[in-house]
């Protein structure tokens, strides 16, 4: 089993935290066919260590996760908009594609950054704007665009 501690993650850090999940899911997609697993380990506040079968070092273990991240490169999922406040009827189509592509080729990473977008079944009466999630973490003010940071 190789152990790779993520030293810079403290757990406490709700970023810090959500980033030890990205890391988990970005190597299970780099290393489909292996045990890919994320625990919590007591050093210095609560760091997470990701454990996995695939005999890689460091190094290959971050070149592999840059590897899967660089396939989000202009990846319609983060395409849709700079920021998640959009009508209702704009992030519905963009729900609809992200489903249709989920079903077409399998790849279900467009479906799963709609749901966690938001649900155009929850709008604002006035604007009609989506209620977006806790995920956002910026909203367009002070010039801070969320999905154009991610891409």
Not at 108 to 127: K, L, Q, S
Request: charged share 20%; hydrophobic share 45%; net charge negative.
């Amino acid at each position: 089993m190789n152990v790779i501690p993520l030293t810079g993650l403290d757990g406490s850090n709700p970023l810090a935290f959500l980033a030890a999940l990205g890391t988990l899911r970005t190597a299970t997609l780099a290393w489909p066919d292996q045990d890919v697993r994320l625990h919590w380990q007591a050093e210095d506040g609560w760091r997470p260590v990701v454990t996995c079968n695939a005999n890689v070092s460091k190094d290959e273990f971050v070149t592999g996760l840059n590897a899967e991240l660089v396939k989000m490169t202009g990846h319609a999922a983060l395409a849709v908009d700079d920021d998640l406040k959009m009508l209702a009827a704009k992030f519905r189509a963009y729900a609809q594609a992200a489903a249709a592509h989920a079903q077409e080729s399998r790849d279900r990473r467009y479906a799963d950054f709609a749901a966690a977008f938001g649900c155009e079944a929850i709008v604002d009466a006035e604007t009609q704007i989506v209620a977006d999630t806790a995920l956002r973490t910026m909203s367009g003010a002070g010039h801070q665009h969320f999905l154009k940071t991610m891409r």
